[in-house]
């Protein structure tokens, strides 16, 4: 099992900037990706962006060029960087992470709001 907690969210005005991190911890040597989704009220769950182990970069089209995934040297920390936040951004965060055969484990998730 890997268990993740995330931090950094909070209230941005709009244009504005926030840091999201997620440390990882129990089985970290098996996971394979490491990513973050979110979720705004309503809708669906969707990809913001993920990391692989080998250091590969994805991201959705939405945040493509504001936003940017990293993680430490250790690779037991990921971080997102969110530059001019826009209010559609606003949405509950969660860290993700794929491990082993079928393994895929969730954060507790938390709160980005982009308001003026």
């Known amino acids: 099992q890997v268990q993740l907690v995330e931090s950094g969210g909070g209230l941005v005005q709009p244009g504005g900037s926030l840091r999201l991190s997620c440390a990882a911890s129990?089985?970290?040597?098996?996971?394979?990706?490491m990513g973050w989704y979110r979720q705004a009220p309503g809708k669906e769950r969707e990809l913001v962006a993920t990391?692989?182990?080998?250091?590969?970069?994805n991201y959705s089209d939405s945040v493509k060029g504001r936003f940017t995934i990293s993680r430490d040297s250790a690779k037991t920390t990921v971080f997102l960087q969110m530059n001019s936040l826009k209010p559609e951004d606003t949405a509950v965060y969660y860290c993700?992470?794929?491990w082993g055969v079928g393994g895929n484990n969730w954060g507790q998730g938390t709160q980005v709001t982009v308001s003026s």
């Open positions: 990391i692989s182990r080998g250091g590969s970069e």
């Open positions: 993700n992470a794929r």
């Open positions: 129990g089985s970290i040597f098996r996971i394979s990706v």
